[in-house]
């Protein structure tokens, strides 16, 4: 296995709320005590619903923001401090992809340009140099010139996370989040996108987080899953394996929520309840309340991620080791 | 036997551009009808232009019979009785279409005064049974909270409510899920499914997400720039869809097991309704286009029963796909 890029060793983020213009604060866990290893070259899928902390975890990896505590290794180094002239060249070798398209580009300027402009920033190359570049990431993201002339607004909304995404590569970066860089697309065109990130990242040798709600467009692109619930990570392991046999119990509804043609909804797990409420974690297990299967010892104790053989790691005290499969 | 919601040759332009270019549909009682199409299709416009909920300077041709009566341009009256009453919508941001300032009770009795003709103390009752029925915990308590002390899930439950509160016979849910959360979705079509049967309502469900319709529709029409390219019972359209245009969409599902396959992504991107080009609409992005393809646009055909479809390629998609399928 090739070394890891990306550490992120128990990273943590808390924020405070305040309930209505007078209520108290109350602390938010966004990210809890989250760890995960991407190898150079490597996917890794970061699934969850809202509030579970996947955007957060995304973008302290970038380091965007600070976590509270833990730390984020990248290629075998401590993230430096942002502000520095380091931060700024560590910065260009990682870039982010967000999922509004349209909110990402600046709407009065041609698309060139605003590809051409991490260049400037990070003051790459000649002026000539500059212009050879934007043509070659034009093309290697299937767009023409013709295209680098248009503003964003006459662009669809397919072309427009292209564009996005050849600003994203300007600085030949090492690692790449997509933050749900496909869930605004049309069917059609989300394909085109995701072969088109598939490519590339076989090109480029490049490195993925790719944060999604999506199962299937995470299992196309990604080695490794991680499921997160409320902060934590529930359940990690290759993408196939995953999601053919996943053994959390929330794992297991949201891949049984996942709709397929021909298959009719019977046998579906329908999960009480309603999405979580990261201000008011449960006390034990976060998922207990919603769990069919929550025992006693569920509602007290935090379950720990541990190995149940293979690469995959789960955390769920009725999970452990060979004896899981009954609940299939 | 008659349809109960029949749309035959229904067609909208707006500004001068045509968006709808004739669209039938025949929907049975109790039938659940999936349309799927990618955005700028026409699937929600079809609904909108059936129930006149098009702002005025939309130009809507064509005919929509309720039970063999015409309702489109019927008078005001006749048609707030048949909103909200025998059919019912919802919609994909359920927040928006709640009154932030009204209580559920109140929101919800003004549906029943409107459609039922029950006062007083027996519009409580039925607003809190509706609310009891769709799984709002505590029902008679909630129905004194405001909107924004639900869920996103809770709310669009508020929105089943509502619709169900006229007993309506035909409930038009677009986009119903889209907004919420993977397990909440589940809950939802649980539900939608659930009092569907009950009721014994037809439904149109209408979405972008063939997962969703396949799942949920006895039968499912695929729309692609104002048309019905191609319709079908659900299990038939997605073992052995004709139109290459479904080819393409359900190609282009990346699969949840099984090995993993390059997905086939249709090239290109929708045309825009000012410029459609001649003849079908799809053939600048079809791998199977031929000259002929550019001359008229191809008329939605039988080719087997209950399954229609708008190509003339047809037979040829037809072998491909065989010949995929046999590799």
Redesign the interface.
Known sequence: MSPPLVEVCDISRTYSMRSGMFGRAAAVHAVDGVSLTIPKGQTLGLVG??GSGKSTTGRIVLGLEPPDSGEVRFDGKPMVAPGTAAWRAQRARMQMIFQDPLGALDRRLPVATQIREPLDIHNLGTPAEREDRVRDLLRAVELTPAHGARYPGAL?G??RQRIVLARALATKPDFLVCDEPVSAL???????V??LL?DLQAQLGLTLLFIS?D???V??ISNVVAVMYLGRIVEIGSA?DL??RPEHPYTQ?????????????AG?????G??PNPAARPQGCAFHP?CPRAIARCTREVPALSAVGGNRQVACHLVTGAETRDAA | MTPLVNIQGLSVAFNGVPVLRGVDIALGKGEALGLVGESGSGKSVTWLAALGLLPRHAKVTGSVRLDGREILGAPAGELDRVRGGRVAMIFQDPASALNPVLTIRKQLSEALVLHRDLQGNAVKAEARRLLDLVGIPDAGRRLEAYPHEFSGGQVQRIMIAMALAGNPDVLIADEPTTALDATIQAQILELMSSVRREFGMAMVLISHDLGVVAENCDRVAVMYAGRIVEQAPSNQLFADPVHPYAQGLIGALPPLDGPRRRLTAIPGTVPDPAMMPDGCAFAPRCALASDSCSLAAPTLAPIADQRTVACIRAEASRRTLLGIAAE
């Open positions: 619903e809202s669809s397919g072309q049309d069917v059609s065109i989300q394909a085109q995701v072969n598939c709600h199962l299937r467009v299992r196309q196939d999601f053919a509804a949201l891949v049984s929520a996942s709709p397929a043609p021909g298959r009719r909804s579906r797990i329908v999960l009480a309603d999405p919603r």
